[in-house]
């Protein structure tokens, strides 16, 4: 009964207090209205809240982590060279089309993080069938190696993680 009336207790609570905060008053009128805000909002909008998560290896999370960091940190260093010196480019910018195995809703959010912070990389697009992923690359030489990369360093972790 109260998982109905309130599906995200702490959404609830930090509505009820933003409400409050934001009119700078503890009226019995606002009082009402928090409350109000604080049962409807979240009762439509429990649709749009992800799956709930639950994490199967917490080590391979560690091991993903520090991979993202190493990762992120190389690219920083690519992205400076392709930026500071033209003349060391060794490819020119393309799109690849990575096939994905990866069907959870929560590890592809956590991959399209991913691709996104790593400087040089962004995520263009996901078909409708999840299945394959369009990433743009600051430089792509070999296609065929930057889609392994994602596969094994990104979405075997991912996948033992989530699914």
Not at 35 to 60: N, Q
Not at 92 to 117: K, M, Q, T, Y
Not at 122 to 127: P, Q
Not at 151 to 156: D, G, S, V
Request: charged share 15%; net charge positive; hydrophobic share 50%.
């Amino acid at each position: 009964m109260i998982r109905s009336i309130f599906p995200a207790p702490l959404l609830s609570v930090a509505l009820f207090g933003m409400w409050l905060l934001l009119n700078g008053s503890l009226s019995a009128g606002h009082l009402v209205l928090a409350l109000l805000v604080a049962v409807i909002i979240p009762v439509l909008t429990r649709g749009l809240r992800p799956l709930p998560v639950r994490i199967r290896k917490p080590g391979t999370v560690l091991r993903l982590a520090l991979n993202v960091l190493i990762d992120t940190s190389v690219s920083n260093l690519a992205v400076s060279r392709f930026l500071a010196f033209k003349s060391l480019r060794r490819h020119s910018s393309g799109f690849v089309h990575i096939p994905l195995e990866l069907r959870d809703p929560n590890a592809l959010a956590v991959l399209a993080v991913i691709v996104c912070i790593t400087p040089g990389t962004s995520w263009a697009e996901l078909s409708l069938d999840r299945s394959v992923l369009l990433l743009h690359a600051l430089e792509v030489g070999d296609p065929q190696e930057l889609i392994d990369h994602i596969k094994t360093r990104y979405e075997r972790p991912l996948m033992e993680i989530f699914e």
